[in-house]
């Protein structure tokens, strides 16, 4: 069978609300994330400089794990049929011991950013 667009995108257009569901319930823990931050940063900071430090480190470490975990939250809905905290549960259970891979894919495509960015741009 010749593939078409909607064969090929047409699971993802039917979960569209899923997807944006699941992104906004991403979105709310990543933000959450960084007003823990703020708060964790400026006190740590009013008692020592060095602790502040400290901190900012740990919750942007925390941050990029979070971020790293819920990579697979498109295919989860697409692929599977899981919607909202499930499907964010379901992503973080997958990338379960899979970080230094996800870090990699992620440096890749940046890569591949980069450099199609760059063959775009010359001229």
Same mark, same amino acid.
């Given at each position: 069978e010749t593939p078409t667009v909607w064969s090929s995108y !047409? +699971? #993802?257009f039917r979960r569209t609300h899923s997807l944006i569901? +699941?992104?906004l319930l991403a979105f709310l823990v990543w933000g959450g994330l960084g007003i823990v931050a703020v708060f964790a940063? !400026?006190?740590t900071m009013a008692l020592h400089p060095i602790l502040g430090v400290l901190a900012a480190i740990a919750i942007v470490g925390v941050g990029i794990v979070a971020f790293l975990r819920f990579l697979l939250i498109t295919q989860v /809905? #697409? /692929?599977e049929d899981v919607r909202g905290v499930a499907a964010?549960?379901?992503s973080w259970e997958l990338m379960r011991g899979n970080f230094w891979r +996800? #870090? *990699?894919i992620f440096i890749f495509t940046i890569v591949v950013a980069? #450099? *199609?960015s760059l063959l775009l741009e010359a001229k």
């Open positions: !047409g +699971a #993802v569901w +699941a992104y940063i !400026g006190l /809905i #697409v /692929i964010l549960k379901r +996800a #870090v *990699l980069i #450099v *199609l």
